[in-house]
T-cell receptor, first 113, second 115 residues
Framework: KAGVTQTPRYLIKTRGQQVTLSCSPISGHRSVSWYQQTPGQGLQFLFEYFSETQRNKGNFPGRFSGRQFSNSRSEMNVSTLELGDSALYLC????????????FGQGTRLTVV | AQKITQTQPGMFVQEKEAVTLDCTYDTSDPSYGLFWYKQPSSGEMIFLIYQGSYDQQNATEGRYSLNFQKARKSANLVISASQLGDSAMYFCAITIIQGAQKLVFGQGTRLTINP
């Protein structure tokens, strides 16, 4: 079956712009979570959605937001981009419970110039 | 709060040797899950193995096994018969069972397999 799909794979934006990243989870998976990976901070949790509801949120400014649609696809948005937002953004999908494996997409590499 | 510590920033191993990647964790919650992921230079995170805190036996998946020592809060990954394609970053992660999927990752270990 198809894995987690993230689009686009690469993105270059200018400071001050906004960006929207998309994640389509594995069919049947209802939980989607987002992570930011940078060389300095490593992998950090952004937020998690389950059945269109945000269940958990990491320690990121309000410029980072997300949503989940009824088909479990999720988007994350970053407004007023800063140079420090340059990172690999990964999304993971998992089944209903937390006792299960989380499968990641290939990520979106965002560069802010 | 949960924490994962991976004390080996880098490891160099000869092909076909077994390798152990260290991971210790800290949590006060009795219900948790431990994961290992592989991240090649392409960037994608590849799921390797999962161990639940209540699982009685150590998890195994092909050449990967997890040496789970609950009392020591240790969850080391063992790769048997290493291959050149095993060269990558390896991350240990923990999730707490509280109704939300949130992984806390370690800093990772860069594994290099030499021919």
């Amino acid at each position: 079956k198809a894995g987690v799909t993230q689009t686009p794979r690469y993105l270059i934006k200018t400071r001050g712009q906004q960006v929207t990243l998309s994640c389509s989870p594995i069919s049947g998976h209802r939980s989607v979570s987002w992570y930011q990976q940078t060389p300095g901070q490593g992998l950090q949790f952004l937020f998690e959605y389950f059945s269109e509801t945000q269940r958990n949120k990491g320690n990121f400014p309000g410029r980072f937001s997300g949503r989940q649609f009824s088909n479990s696809r999720s988007e994350m948005n970053v407004s007023t981009l800063e140079l420090g937002d340059s990172a690999l953004y990964l999304c993971a999908s998992s089944l209903q419970t937390s006792y299960t494996e989380a499968f990641f997409g290939q990520g979106t590499r965002l560069t802010v110039v | 709060a949960q924490k994962i510590t991976q004390t080996q920033p880098g490891m160099f191993v000869q092909e076909k040797e077994a390798v152990t990647l260290d991971c210790t964790y800290d949590t006060s919650d009795p219900s948790y899950g431990l994961f290992w992921y592989k991240q090649p230079s392409s960037g994608e995170m590849i799921f390797l193995i999962y161990q639940g805190s209540y699982d009685q036996q150590n998890a195994t998946e092909g050449r990967y096994s997890l040496n789970f020592q609950k009392a020591r809060k240790s969850a080391n990954l063992v790769i048997s018969a290493s291959q050149l394609g095993d060269s990558a970053m390896y991350f240990c992660a923990i999730t707490i069972i509280q109704g939300a999927q949130k992984l806390v990752f370690g800093q990772g270990t860069r594994l290099t397999i030499n021919p």
